[in-house]
């Protein structure tokens, strides 16, 4: 149990569609990061949210984008959506402060697009 | 630039036997190691961590790895492999100063025969 909790578990969408994800951190984390696993492939960095803004990006196009508040939660924002987004996005939380803080994730949302 | 690289994409053991995964690194920086692990389906669980401090690391479930800064090497390490270990690992390398952010390996599927 890492106590991160994402939802949906499970959604299927139609391209062009847009796609919220939602993701509930452990209390007193100050980052969030998210990431999406392809199929057959490890997880690949989208961007990550400290305090509440953007603190970093990944190789993703700007339909991508995400939200952090203050309660601990944050939402990952996909518009536009194509064939390849298809996978499973994971939540990472975390305390950005010290060098190797652990970092716990959650059990993912599995999107489908077609 | 931090990256890691798993070199094997599946490994095959039987029950009882050792089991080594291995993973190479590279980072400009001081790197935090970690390997996690994933069952079928589910989200990504942290097997252990290497922070600079002692250079063999002991994790969860029997696993341990050595930090090996001459070679660039972060191998994992079981004794005996048990059916429940059979999962998809990925070693994951982070900078400090790189606010948290993990690049993943491609993954090691390891199989465990009786």
């Known amino acids: 149990e890492t106590g991160v909790t994402q939802s949906p578990t499970h959604l299927i969408k139609t391209r062009g569609q847009q796609v919220t994800l939602r993701c509930s951190s452990q209390s007193g984390h100050n980052t969030v990061s998210w990431y999406q696993q392809a199929l057959g492939q490890g997880p690949q960095f989208i961007f990550q949210?400290?305090?509440?803004?953007?603190?970093g990006r990944g190789n993703f196009p700007p339909r991508f984008s995400g939200l952090q508040f203050p309660n601990y939660s944050s939402e990952l924002n996909v518009n536009a959506l194509e064939l390849d987004d298809s996978a499973l996005y994971l939540c990472a939380s975390s305390f950005l402060g010290n060098s190797g803080n652990t970092i716990y994730f959650g059990e993912g949302s599995w999107l489908t697009v077609v | 630039a931090q990256s890691v690289t798993q070199l094997d994409s599946h490994v095959s053991v039987s029950e009882g036997t050792p089991v080594l995964l291995r993973c190479n690194y590279s980072?400009?920086?001081?790197?935090?190691l970690f390997w996690y692990v994933q069952h079928p389906n589910k989200g990504l669980q942290l097997l252990l961590k290497?922070?600079?401090?002692a250079t063999l690391v002991k994790g969860i479930n029997g696993f341990e790895a050595e930090f090996k800064k001459s070679e660039t090497s972060f191998h994992l390490t079981k004794p005996s492999a048990h059916m429940s270990d059979a999962a998809e690992y990925f070693c994951v390398v982070s900078v400090w100063g790189g606010g948290n952010k993990l690049t993943f390996g491609t993954g090691t599927q390891l199989k465990v025969e009786l």
């Open positions: 949210y400290y305090r509440e803004e953007e603190n």
């Open positions: 980072s400009s920086y001081s790197p935090s």
């Open positions: 290497y922070t600079s401090a």
